[in-house]
Nanobody, 115 residues
Framework: QVQLVESGGGLVQAGGSLRLSCAASGITLVINDMGWYRQAPGKERELVARISRAGNAKYADSVKGRFTISRDNAKNTVYLQMNSLKPEDTTVYYC?????????WGQGTMVTVSE
């Protein structure tokens, strides 16, 4: 079955950087869009960044200029380079993939940004 496995989360000081990775396995169809979402306790899951198979990306206003999404189609992997991290970026980040009009989610990886 399809699995998305995230890695790269952790603890970093404000102003620092982290790179998240998400590898998809069990793929039998073409992955269309891939993306990263985040969800803070008590809040709805929100889009962080999304990228099409052709490489067209869009970002939440809150991360524009700080985060960069990229993907490797040959490896079925999506990345999120996060720079100039802020304490308000602290939360769980989830990987998302769209295949044949169905969405798949990873288990999430925690990002903690200290003051």
């Amino acid at each position: 079955q399809v699995q998305l496995v995230e890695s790269g989360g952790g603890l970093v000081q404000a102003g620092g950087s982290l790179r998240l990775s998400c590898a998809a396995s069990g793929i039998t169809l073409v992955i269309n869009d891939m993306g990263w979402y985040r969800q803070a306790p008590g809040k709805e899951r929100e889009l962080v960044a999304r990228i099409s198979r052709a490489g067209n990306a869009k970002y939440a206003d809150s991360v524009k200029g700080r985060f960069t999404i990229s993907r490797d189609n040959a490896k079925n992997t999506v990345y999120l380079q996060m720079n100039s991290l802020k304490p308000e970026d602290t939360t769980v980040y989830y990987c998302n993939a769209l295949m044949a009009y169905r969405e798949y989610w990873g288990q999430g990886t925690m990002v903690t940004v200290s003051e």
